[in-house]
């Protein structure tokens, strides 16, 4: 496990969550991983911040809510299958790891797991969460990416953890 900025690797890590990373999060005994293709990285409140949206639709809307924390995992390499399937199947219907042979491990400082793989993690303590507003929303991307009007809550997690994995 090796240690590592969190924006030298913010870079790269975009890139990769673009063709999907995994979004784990737990709750009491509830636990869920969710594919992601969107983040941010950034410094705000004298912290380092990953931001990541998930839709109320989604069943790890519920698990967030009322978690504390979350983790990001960046797959070093190829699990393309994986993440279509963690994106288009719902924890509500069935254990996502179990159907992709996913196994996780404790993370370092939060109480939601991380996927184990080799790979970048970043384990982050929810800061700030907000719904998103239309009303402020471009009108091009409301059009294209919201067609069903099933906005996402945003996600602000402090950055306690950036490390990689073999």
């Known amino acids: 496990m090796k240690d590592i ?81 963690c994106g288009s199947k719902s924890g509500r219907d069935m254990d996502k790891f179990k159907a992709c042979n996913l196994e996780i491990a404790d993370s370092r400082s939060v109480a939601s797991p991380i996927i184990k793989t080799r790979g970048r993690h970043y384990e982050c303590r929810i800061i700030y969460k907000s719904a998103m507003d239309p009303t402020h929303l471009d009108k091009d991307c409301d059009s294209s990416l919201y067609p069903q009007k099933d906005y996402h809550t945003l996600y602000f997690g402090e950055i306690l953890a950036c490390y990689e994995t073999d």
Request: aromatic share 12%.
């Open 5 to 85: 900025g969190y924006m030298s690797s913010a870079d790269d890590s975009i890139h990769k969550i673009k063709e999907g990373a995994f979004l784990t999060v737990k709750s009491g005994n509830a636990v869920n991983t969710m594919t992601i293709g969107w983040a941010t990285f950034g410094f705000i409140w004298r912290k380092p911040i990953m931001m990541v949206a998930v839709r109320s639709t989604r069943h790890t809307f519920g698990i967030i809510e009322a978690a504390e924390d979350f983790t990001v995992t960046v797959p070093a390499g190829d699990m393309r299958k994986e993440a279509a399937f």
